[in-house]
């Protein structure tokens, strides 16, 4: 078959659509319902993120730039007279059961982990939170490296605490926020570092959170997108954080930090790091301390509408994630390259890497043309048909009314 034939072929995807809030919140209800045999009491939603730049600098007490996205977790709660715990999902067949008390770090495997390791994670904190029954529907993708994990345990987290009475308060944002990387940290076991938790509670409609994660000082950076589009291609290439890559970053990233008398890397100058002795140390340091300046400067260049500096940053880094700490792979290298060939003004990859997701920022007239030439690019590679969404900058976690 001739190359022009096999493109023509191609099944372009649509845009992964977010759904309607209200519609989906409906729905979920109906689903609970028919799984419990009652209404829940409470909706609540959160969403997934994708994150501008600053990547593997959160642990590091560096910077990061993430957005909500409009594509959120749904979960629907009933308290129960007794001490059991029932998590089912939409995107599961299998139902988890246990009780209270079994409840902790390494009780529950798998993706139930995020749900009911929210209910130790908020007792944990002094919530009285009871027995329940717990139905969750998301329309983040799954191990796209758009934090569908946050999107979950925040998700979770916001029906349980309307479940007991408690509102959103701006304090107890922060404590779920917490709650949350408890649950993931010491329950699933993942070693996280908190960007993703932080954004899906206090992300801001229409802008960027930026979190400095020495200070604990977040800042909303409204974003002026100008006629372009955020697009995120999901490359399908399964991305988990707890097989072992990302804690061996961390690792490295710490090993540096005590070579050099340092709390964190945050406090790490260029020049200190070039003159460490493991070349894979110093490389995964390397990228920690340009990374952070990267998303300084990033902040500058899109409050001053600059986007050739845009596309200088994710340009660098990608390559400073692809070869210093190494955490690319071949479709999201193919899936950024291809789209500022077709048009995008910047692209990287984004989140914890080993797969999972790119980030462009692409002119609205040419959305469907770099969609078209990845999904062609994919198909000439041999690569699975990646998914697209568009990345609409969305608040963070609440409860659904209604």
Same mark, same amino acid.
């Given at each position: 078959?001739? /190359? ?6 191609? %099944? ?51 910077? $990061? ?36 008390? /079994? ?20 007792? /944990? ?6 027995? $329940? ?7 983040? #993708?799954?191990? +796209? ?45 993942? #070693? ?14 229409? +802008? ?13 950076? @409204? ?10 291609? %999901?490359?399908?290439?399964?991305? !988990? =954080? ?22 964190? =890397?945050? +406090? ?43 596309? &200088? ?8 994630? &692809?070869?210093?700490? /190494?955490?690319?792979? @071949? ?25 999972? !997701? ?5 002119? %609205? ?20 048909? @990646? ?5 609409? @900058? ?6 659904? &009314?209604?």
């Amino acid at each position: 078959m001739s /190359e022009a034939a096999r493109l023509n072929r191609v %099944d372009f995807v649509a845009l992964l659509d977010p759904g309607d809030p209200a519609a989906l919140s409906a729905t979920t209800r109906a689903a609970f319902a028919d799984r419990y045999g009652e209404p829940p009491a409470t909706v609540a939603r959160a969403p997934g993120r994708v994150n501008l730049i600053g990547e593997h600098t959160d642990y590091n007490g560096g910077l $990061v730039l993430p957005v909500a996205l409009a594509h959120a977790t749904y979960a629907a709660a009933r308290a129960r007279v007794d001490e059991l715990v029932r998590v089912a999902s939409r995107q599961q067949d299998e139902v988890w059961e246990g009780t209270l008390a /079994e409840l902790g770090p390494g009780s529950v495997d798998g993706w139930a982990g995020y749900a009911a390791g929210m209910v130790w994670a908020l007792r /944990e904190a002094g919530f009285d939170v009871p027995g $329940v029954d717990l139905f969750i529907d998301s329309r983040v #993708p799954l191990g +796209a490296g758009l934090s569908s994990s946050a999107a979950l345990e925040c998700s979770v987290g916001g029906a349980l605490l309307d479940l007991v009475g408690v509102e959103l308060t701006d304090e107890v944002r922060d404590r779920l926020v917490d709650a949350s990387i408890r649950a993931e940290t010491e329950v699933v076991g993942a #070693p996280t570092g908190g960007m993703d938790q932080t954004v899906a509670v206090h992300a801001t409609e229409g +802008a960027a959170l930026l979190i400095d994660f020495d200070s604990g000082e977040r800042t909303v950076v @409204p974003l002026d997108l100008a006629d372009h589009t955020l697009l995120v291609t %999901d490359t399908r290439v399964s991305h !988990s =954080l707890t097989d072992g890559g990302y804690g061996s970053r961390r690792a490295d990233c710490e090993s540096a930090a005590r070579a050099l008398g340092l709390p964190t =890397l945050r +406090a790490a100058t260029l020049d200190v790091v070039e003159a460490l002795p493991d070349d894979r140390v110093r490389r995964r340091a390397r990228h920690v301390v340009t990374e952070i300046q990267r998303v300084t400067d990033t902040v500058a260049a899109l409050g001053q509408g600059r986007w050739d500096e845009v596309g &200088r940053l994710f340009d660098a880094s990608h390559r400073s994630m &692809r070869d210093d700490f /190494e955490i690319s792979c @071949p479709e999201l290298d193919c899936a950024v390259a291809i789209a500022v060939q077709a048009g995008a003004v910047a692209a990287r990859m984004t989140g914890g890497g080993f797969g999972g !997701s790119s980030v462009a920022v692409v002119p %609205d007239e040419r959305v469907e043309a770099v969609t078209r030439a990845v999904d062609a690019a994919f198909v000439l590679e041999g690569f699975r048909s @990646p998914v697209h969404l568009r990345a609409v @900058p969305s608040s963070g976690a609440r409860v659904e &009314r209604g």
